[in-house]
């Protein structure tokens, strides 16, 4: 089982069953935006992914190449929602606002919308830090 498989079946089964949670999808160019937020938000974070992606393909073209594997986005409204899903290092949860998980068939990135622009910061420092 791929790493990208068990994050998604891992995401799916912990996922928090509220009745008021209303998941909605967004798909542009590049991002299939996925997350329990407001249509606005979602448009808002697949915007942001859109112009971090022109502005790498345009000063680094050859680090984005044709054929790359689908990004899925998931947008997470609070911290509270997000908390399950933040990576665990030596048995203790990693606080992050964003991070990345890179696949064989498809690369995901969850994000914490409450962190504002906290959770689209821009580091070259690791490979599973959001954007």
Do not use: K
């Not at 448009?43 to 502005?55: G, I, S, Y």
């Not at 409204?77 to 068939?105: C, E, L």
């Not at 690369?107 to 910061?121: Q, W």
């Amino acid at each position: 089982m791929t790493r990208a498989i068990l994050f998604l079946t891992l995401l799916l089964l912990a996922a928090p069953t509220h009745a008021s949670a209303e998941w909605r999808a967004l798909r542009t160019n590049h991002f299939q935006v996925v997350g329990d937020v407001s249509p606005g938000q979602l448009r808002e974070v697949a915007l942001r992914f859109e112009q971090f992606r022109e502005v790498v393909t345009q000063l680094l073209p050859a680090a984005l190449r044709a054929g790359s594997a689908p990004v899925v986005v998931i947008v997470f409204p609070d911290a509270r929602s997000y908390r399950p899903f933040m990576p665990i290092a030596n048995g203790r949860t990693v606080p992050v606002d964003g991070f990345f998980v890179d696949g064989a068939d498809t690369n995901y990135i969850t994000v914490n919308i409450e962190a504002g622009d906290g959770a689209f910061p821009v580091s070259s420092t690791s490979t599973h830090t959001c954007c």
